[in-house]
């Protein structure tokens, strides 16, 4: 059986995130990348040059060229360069937060319905192998908590901590729970360092009886990635950074109880690579483990929220 022909794909965005696309647009098997764009052209052009990638001179030169775009400009110009790809007829891959509110990512999701093409979202610890181990196990939790600490930088200073860090353990706890509905969001946070909120705690109630306490910071001394989740018989532990899983089961025998060991095997490897290969799959109609555009909406919906529940921050 002979391979499938490359997807000629571009990349929008060449900043943190967008250096990476790049790279695995140039390097990974399934691409055949097309070039990139960003209105910086100094840091456009540094940035092709080292990949060997061609600096496209406008958004409509990639549009004409590819069937398949991977957006990572700021979250704010999501809708207007996703539009672009969309109405076009092209695949698109749009880095997290869909867009900067609901309404656009609504918008989005029906561009991408009446075109009939692929569009998805950066989630990219959906793709740690260590989450794919658990989600394979099919677990249905009771409570879980996920830490997800940082130290401060200058990016993404467009969006607070809830869109920027938050949003990946808000989509996961969707996924844990299998789309049931949040009936409850709790929310505290504050501003440290930016003008935004830079650390925020939440706790969500789903309509399962599942509860969920999440704590996202950008003002740590250290970087924490973790995920526990609690089953009525087991226990997992993610560390998303290790790419790791512990496991414990709850066994019950002649009246005895004993916690015994679950072995979850974990094969390491890189998950924004994984997330391209999947969106690759998804492009040529195959049924893919995936983060798609309703899945990417219904956590930024998740994330605004949390947002909202938090409220105005107090006059400086």
Same mark, same amino acid.
């Given at each position: 059986?002979?391979?499938?022909?490359p997807?000629?794909?571009?990349?929008?965005?060449?900043?943190?995130?967008?250096?990476?696309?790049?790279?695995?647009?140039?390097?990974l098997?399934?691409?055949? =990348?097309?070039?990139?764009?960003?209105?910086?052209?100094?840091?456009?052009?540094?940035? =092709?040059?080292?990949?060997?990638?061609?600096?496209?001179?406008?958004?409509?030169e990639?549009?004409?060229?590819?069937?398949?775009?991977?957006?990572?400009?700021?979250?704010?110009?999501h809708?207007?360069?996703?539009?672009?790809?969309l109405? /076009?007829?092209?695949?698109?891959?749009?880095?997290?937060?869909?867009?900067?509110?609901?309404?656009?990512?609504?918008?989005?999701?029906?561009?991408?319905?009446?075109?009939g093409?692929?569009?998805?979202?950066?989630?990219?610890?959906?793709f %740690?192998? /260590?989450?794919? @181990?658990?989600? @394979?196990?099919?677990?249905?939790?009771?409570?879980?908590?996920?830490?997800?600490?940082?130290?401060?930088?200058?990016?993404?200073?467009?969006?607070?901590? #809830?869109?920027?860090?938050? #949003?990946?353990?808000?989509?996961?706890?969707?996924?844990? %729970?299998?789309?049931?509905?949040v009936?409850? #969001?709790? /929310?505290?946070?504050?501003?440290?360092?930016?003008?935004?909120?830079?650390?925020?705690?939440?706790?969500?109630?789903?309509?399962?009886? =599942?509860? @969920?306490?999440?704590?996202?910071?950008?003002?740590?001394?250290?970087?924490?990635?973790?995920?526990?989740?609690?089953?009525?018989?087991?226990?997992?532990?993610?560390?998303? /950074?290790?790419?790791?899983?512990?496991?414990?089961?709850?066994?019950?025998?002649?009246?005895?109880?004993?916690?015994?060991?679950?072995?979850?095997?974990?094969?390491?490897?890189?998950?924004?690579?994984?997330?391209?290969?999947?969106?690759?799959?998804? =492009?040529?109609?195959?049924?893919?483990?995936?983060?798609?555009?309703?899945?990417?909406?219904?956590?930024?919906?998740?994330?605004? @929220?949390?947002?909202?529940?938090?409220?105005?921050?107090?006059?400086?």
């Open positions: 059986m002979s391979e499938p022909a997807i000629a794909v571009a990349v929008v965005g060449t900043g943190h995130l967008g250096r990476h696309h790049l790279r695995l647009a140039r390097t098997p399934g691409w055949r =990348c097309v070039g990139a764009f960003d209105p910086d052209r100094f840091r456009l052009e540094a940035l =092709c040059a080292e990949f060997g990638a061609e600096a496209l001179g406008s958004l409509d990639a549009v004409a060229r590819a069937e398949a775009a991977v957006v990572a400009s700021p979250t704010v110009t809708l207007e360069v996703a539009a672009r790809f109405a /076009a007829g092209r695949h698109v891959l749009v880095e997290k937060p869909i867009a900067a509110s609901a309404t656009e990512a609504a918008g989005m999701v029906e561009l991408a319905r009446r075109a093409v692929v569009l998805g979202v950066g989630h990219v610890e959906f %740690n192998p /260590a989450v794919q @181990a658990v989600l @394979a196990r099919s677990p249905r939790p009771r409570y879980l908590e996920a830490q997800r600490l940082s130290p401060f930088t200058r990016r993404s200073m467009d969006i607070d901590v #809830v869109l920027d860090l938050m #949003v990946h353990d808000l989509q996961l706890a969707q996924a844990l %729970n299998h789309g049931s509905p009936t409850e #969001v709790r /929310a505290v946070g504050v501003p440290v360092l930016s003008g935004r909120v830079d650390l925020a705690n939440v706790r969500l109630a789903f309509a399962n009886g =599942c509860v @969920a306490n999440l704590t996202a910071s950008r003002v740590s001394s250290e970087r924490v990635r973790k995920l526990r989740l609690f089953e009525p018989d087991a226990y997992h532990s993610i560390d998303y /950074a290790e790419q790791s899983v512990s496991a414990y089961r709850l066994l019950r025998s002649g009246g005895e109880a004993t916690i015994a060991p679950i072995d979850v095997a974990v094969e390491k490897g890189e998950p924004l690579a994984a997330e391209h290969l999947a969106f690759q799959r998804a =492009c040529r109609g195959e049924r893919v483990a995936f983060v798609d555009g309703e899945a990417g909406a219904a956590a930024l919906a998740a994330a605004v @929220a949390v947002v909202d529940a938090i409220g105005p921050l107090p006059t400086p």
